[in-house]
């Protein structure tokens, strides 16, 4: 990967380096932890007390990881497409090392925790192991009214798996030109569909927020539109900047009230919270993740931190195994030799606990040695540092 100039200026509004070639950004290892940290509170630790009546711990962290996918995936998709224009590589071999690299990364784990869950006799795993296995879990949830119970969370998976499929096509396939445009649709299509669902009922704002185009759909636009700004403009987005503050954080402050006036999970029943959190929790978040890419910001340092990038590193095995696990915590404690009895805190604590543990073994033994086989199979192809070309279409 290129790096950055030491010259580059900045943007005073974002902090964001203003010559942006893609690099390793420390930071977005510490927004998976984040994210990890609060999906496990969302499902762990009880519904109708803080921090879980604070704001919809899990709605966030899930928005934090489509914001995370959007940016990083199409700032790589970028990269082949310039390779691709310059010659370097052609679209089929482009389309191939990117599928290669993103299955390497993502199936293993997946495809091997179904397997396990099957053999271990997991009735809701084998009963609807057809939608787990073709990544459709959150068609089966919206559209057969399924109870996928312990393996639901499969669902975002489902949803980055059809991203991934996607979204390559179409960054691959349009001219330059009609790259940004393409990205500006896509958010603000999805901010509409966001608006319409949550105003048209609440079976309307369960099928925007599960299925890839409503709210997963806007997270995965502001990556692509910040990855956009950063990689072909040069610039640290601060139009992009400005709408997310001005926008997300008053309006995700009011929808988080709500939330907090009906006590937490309840308030989805209110049209007022399903009308102002889907759209507002990704400009407030996306605005935060935009500073956080500033390498002399408070925030950047925090989520630099090599505790939360370890964490961050193995947050997907924290991701799929903590709530498959749900069933068999009690029996792996046995077999250590205890069998605690313990408050609903507590409990949420060591099964937060315990699934991070099994999730560093599966990172270590089992990811790591997977992820070796990139190099092989799907070598980068060593592009020089570069200096972003202005776009077109500014």
């Given at each position: 990967?290129s ?38 509170v ?66 293993p ?22 939608w ?44 330059r ?27 309307s ?7 890839p ?11 692509a ?6 990689y072909?403009?040069?610039s ?10 001005g926008l ?11 939330w ?59 991701y ?6 749900d ?15 313990l408050?609903?805190?507590a ?11 099994i ?36």
């Amino acid at each position: 990967m290129s790096q950055p100039q030491e010259s580059s200026p900045q943007s005073l509004l974002t902090g964001l380096p203003t010559g942006g070639s893609i690099r390793y950004e420390p930071c977005i290892d510490g927004w998976r932890a984040a994210a990890a940290v609060m999906v496990l509170v969302a499902h762990f630790f009880p519904l109708r007390e803080p921090p879980n009546t604070w704001m919809q711990m899990g709605g966030v962290g899930v928005t934090v990881f489509f914001i995370i996918s959007g940016y990083l995936i199409t700032q790589i998709l970028f990269q082949a497409k310039e390779q691709v224009a310059d010659g370097r590589l052609s679209k089929g071999a482009a389309l191939k090392r990117f599928y290669i690299r993103r299955v390497l990364r993502i199936a293993p784990v997946y495809y091997a925790s179904i397997l396990a869950m099957c053999l271990i006799g997991s009735k809701p795993m084998r009963d609807y192991v057809w939608w787990h296995l073709t990544y459709m879990t959150n068609f089966g949830h919206v559209f057969c009214g399924i109870d996928f119970r312990n393996m639901v969370h499969f669902w975002t998976l489902a949803v980055e798996e059809q991203f991934y499929l996607v979204w390559p096509l179409v960054i691959l396939s349009l001219a330059r030109k009609r790259v940004g445009p393409a990205i500006r649709w896509l958010f603000a299509s999805s901010a509409a569909l966001c608006v319409i669902g949550g105003a048209c009922g609440l079976s309307s704002y369960g099928m925007i927020m599960s299925l890839p185009i409503g709210g997963p759909s806007l997270a995965l636009g502001y990556g692509a539109a910040l990855a956009y700004g950063r990689y072909y403009e040069g610039s640290g987005c601060p139009r992009l900047a400005r709408f997310s503050l001005g926008l997300g954080l008053p309006f995700f402050a009011l929808s988080q009230v709500v939330w907090w006036w009906h006590g937490g999970q309840p308030a989805i029943n209110f049209p007022e919270y399903r009308l102002l959190y889907p759209w507002s929790v990704t400009l407030f978040f996306g605005w935060l993740f935009v500073r956080s890419l500033n390498q002399g910001s408070m925030l950047n340092r925090f989520l630099s931190h090599p505790v939360l990038r370890y964490f961050g590193r193995i947050s997907y095995g924290v991701y799929v195994y903590h709530m498959l696990l749900d069933g068999y915590y009690y029996s792996i404690w046995a077999r250590l030799g205890f069998s605690p009895s313990l408050s609903p805190v507590a409990e949420g604590f060591l099964k937060s606990a315990t699934s991070i543990l099994i999730a560093a073994g599966s990172w270590h033994f089992f990811e790591k040695p997977i992820l070796s086989l990139k190099k092989r199979w799907a070598p980068d192809s060593g592009t020089p540092p570069r200096t972003p070309r202005k776009s077109p279409v500014g």
